[in-house]
Every structure is written in structure tokens, then in C-alpha cells.
């Protein structure tokens, strides 16, 4: 019999209960042996999960580390083009705040790849905001613009010079010697002024204002400014 019943007392003599009683003993050590080893082997079980554990928590700590590092630097670089941007298109992208607008998901396009990273848009967005369109031709219809610029300087020029010889005579003393001088100079500040003003209307076109260009519009203020300055003292009697 493997296991005593109250019954087997009655039938069994003093030996036989001591046996049993005996291996009972026997049998309860080796359950306790048994609990032991099941406890040492639990407990280095949990250690092992601990140090597991640990070890993952420390790995997620660095990941975390790692991605607002990442995080900032994309902040940075993102603040940095959009700074850019504002300065070169100007008050259509202020409207948007002169600071980086809120983050935002982007949305997907067709042929982008589903596993797109912030490093790969912000490539895309650094090349579109570093692109410069190719400068358009000046235009035969600009360059008569020019030219009537060049005019309309050297017209101005000579009737401001008239204007202001005109007040030396009327104020006499000083003034009066200094006035031719003083005409003349804001006789020739008119056609700069022109070229001034061509520069303004070619950057708005986005057309390069080159030498020539510059050469058309002073030298047609100039001459238009000569000529009308000495048709002027031939008509004036003497």
C-alpha cells in the first residue's frame, strides 16, 4: 500500500505502521527536496526575467534618448527651411507665421514608399526651397520699357533742372550762383533714378537686369536729357 488509510491501522501491528509511518517520512523529505529545488529554480527563473527586463528598459531608455535627440535635430532643420522659405517668398508665406508651423502628418502620395522617414522629406523640402526657377529673357516689349524709362528720366531731369534753375533766379544771392550746379546734377540723378526703377520692374519679372540693359536705360536718360536741355537754351532768348 502506497498510502495509509485509517482502516489500516486497525489490521496493521506495531511494525508494520512504523514502516509506513517510516517511508512517510522518507517520502515527505523528498517533496520537501523537491519544493526546494522548484522554489531555487523559480526564484533563478525571475532573476533571469529581472535582469531581462532590466536590460530592456535600459535598451528602451537609449531608444528614447535617441529619438528626441532625433527629434530635435528635425525640429532644428525644419525651423531652419522654413526660415528660409519665408525669406525668400516673403509675405505669401507669413500669413503661415514667421515661426514653423505646428507639426503636421504629411500626407501620402501615391509613389511614396510607405516606410518614408523625416530625413527623406526634409530632403525634398531643402531641394524645393533651394531651387532657383532659370531667369526669363528680357523681352523686346521690356526693353522698350526700358527705353521709355530712359525717357521719362531725362524728361523729368530737365524740367526739375529748369524748376530748380528757375528758384536760383527767383531767390537770387548765393543760390542763384549755385543753382546751374545744382540743376545740373539733379538733371543727371534722374536717369540713375531710372535705372533704379528698371532694376525694381526686372526683379518683380524675375528677368536679370544686365550691362546692356543698364546701358540702354542711362544712356536714352542721358541723351533724352541733352537733347531737350539744349533744345531748351536755343528757344530761350537771348
Known sequence: MSELQPADFERADYRTVLRRLTSLDAKAAGLREEARRWYADR?????????????????????????????????????????????????????????????????????????????????????????????????????????????????????????????????????QQAAPVVALLVMLLFPVLAVVTAKLIADRRDAPLDTSAVVTVLATGLVTAGLLFTAVLVAQPR
Request: cysteine-free; aromatic content about 6%.
Open 43 to 175: 526564484l533563478s527563473a525571475a532573476d533571469v526575467a529581472v535582469q531581462e527586463a532590466a536590460g530592456r528598459l535600459e535598451a528602451a531608455e537609449r531608444s528614447v534618448r535617441a529619438a528626441q535627440r532625433g527629434l530635435e535635430e528635425v525640429d532644428a532643420r525644419a525651423a531652419g527651411l522654413w526660415s528660409d522659405f519665408v525669406h525668400r517668398v516673403g509675405p505669401v508665406a507669413e500669413r503661415f507665421g514667421r515661426t514653423l508651423p505646428p507639426a503636421s502628418i504629411p500626407r501620402q502620395r501615391g509613389d511614396d514608399p510607405p516606410d518614408r522617414d523625416a530625413e527623406d522629406y526634409l530632403k525634398e523640402v531643402e531641394n524645393r526651397v533651394r531651387y532657383t526657377p532659370p531667369a526669363r529673357p528680357i523681352t523686346l516689349g521690356t526693353k522698350i520699357l526700358f527705353g521709355m524709362l530712359g525717357f521719362a528720366g531725362g524728361l523729368l531731369g530737365v524740367i526739375a533742372n529748369l524748376m530748380v534753375r528757375r528758384t536760383g533766379t527767383a531767390a537770387g544771392g548765393d543760390w
